[in-house]
Each structure stands twice: as structure tokens, then as C-alpha cells.
């Protein structure tokens, strides 16, 4: 199993407590990895990890992409869930993500969802929001202080590691972003 795998390689790894220049090769979900040397190894593996994970989730989520069904951001909305709040106005909410991929990461959305469940869903009727969350997009990264340097990122279907089906911007910085993306 790839997960095994990987944890095991990461354990011996810390156990050893040198560097290791091996570059023997081993499966991870069936595909060959070269392990690199000591520090570098360990960020590969895990980063390998976690994107095999963001393409796993947004692979079973494809599933109900079109059906509409509620997404967890309605319970956030709602308020029936917990949620790290950074900014609310009448049309959009943000709130920082649960997985954060840099020191800030937060996600806007619109309260109404109205049928964009992701960025290909979006008719001339949806115009305003879109400007909208820009708009809150910019305030955030002001309230953050990343306003010198922030992306933000919108990922439209599975290919592109979409997860959840109610249309959300990514807001990160804090970090020395790389390009391109993976
Ligand atoms: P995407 O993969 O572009 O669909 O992004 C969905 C994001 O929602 C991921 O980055 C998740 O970490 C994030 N997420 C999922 N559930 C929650 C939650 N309950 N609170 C905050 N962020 C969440």
C-alpha cells in the first residue's frame, strides 16, 4: 500500500538520523520513486503523499459534482459547523482552510451558491458575485497582510483537484509562491 509504504520509508528514515544517499527506487501507488537524498526524500515523499490524497478526494467528489447536493460549506454557512471566520459581508464568506498549504490560506465563498458549484457553471447572471468575491479576495489578503504578494486560485473539476462543489477562491500567501503550480 502506497500510504504503508511511505510511512514506513519516512520512520526508517528518522530512525537512521543521517543522511541517506540511496538512490534505490520503490513503489508508491504503483509508480517508481527515486529516493533522493535525507531532507529532500522526506518533503518528495510527503508531498507526493499529499497530492495522490487532493487527487484521490477530488476524484470521489466528481461523483456528485453535477448533482448539486449540499457541500460541507452549507454547514459552514450555516454556522452548523465550526469555522475559522476572516471576513463576511452580505454576499460571501471566508474562512481559513482546514488544510492549510501556506501560512495563509483562505477560502471565499459565495453564501448563495445559485448553481456554482464550480467555475464552468458560471452564466452572465453570476457576474456580480464573481466581482464580489475578487473584491472580498483583495480585502482578505489587506486583513491578512499579504497584500505585497498573495494568489488565488480556483480549482474547476477533478482535473484539477476540486474537492468541494461550491465555487470557492483560494487566498494564499506568506510564503515564496513557485510557478508553475503543480
Ligand atoms: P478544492 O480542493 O479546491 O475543492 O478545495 C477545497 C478546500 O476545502 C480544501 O483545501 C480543503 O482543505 C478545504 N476544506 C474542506 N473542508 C473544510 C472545512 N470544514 N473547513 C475549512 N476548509 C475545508
Known amino acids: 500500500m502506497a500510504v504503508t509504504s511511505s510511512s514506513m520509508l519516512l520512520r526508517n528514515f528518522a530512525a537512521a538520523g543521517r ?8 513503489f508508491s501507488t504503483g509508480e517508481l520513486i527515486r529516493v533522493l537524498p535525507h531532507t529532500r526524500s522526506l518533503r518528495f515523499i510527503s508531498s507526493t503523499r499529499a497530492a495522490h490524497n487532493e487527487e484521490a478526494a477530488a476524484k470521489a467528489a466528481a461523483s ?24 463576511e459581508d452580505e454576499h460571501v464568506l471566508a474562512f481559513r482552510d482546514i488544510n492549510p498549504q501556506a501560512p495563509v ?23 456580480e458575485v464573481l466581482g464580489q468575491l475578487l473584491l472580498a479576495s483583495k480585502i482578505v489578503a489587506e486583513k491578512e497582510g499579504i497584500l505585497e504578494g498573495y494568489r488565488v486560485v480556483i480549482n474547476n473539476g477533478a482535473e484539477a483537484c476540486q474537492s468541494v462543489y461550491h465555487l470557492h477562491l483560494h487566498v494564499l500567501g506568506g510564503r515564496q509562491m513557485k510557478w508553475p503550480p503543480g
Do not use: Q
Not at 454547514?75 to 475559522?84: C, L
Open 19 to 26: 543522511v541517506v544517499r540511496a538512490t534505490s527506487r520503490i
Open 64 to 87: 456528485v459534482a453535477d448533482t448539486g447536493a449540499p457541500t460541507i460549506f452549507d454547514k459552514i454557512i450555516a454556522k452548523e459547523i465550526p469555522s475559522d471566520i476572516v471576513y
Open 105 to 127: 490560506h483562505v477560502l471565499l465563498i459565495p453564501k448563495l451558491r445559485d448553481g456554482l458549484t464550480m467555475l464552468s457553471k458560471a452564466e452572465p447572471k453570476h457576474v
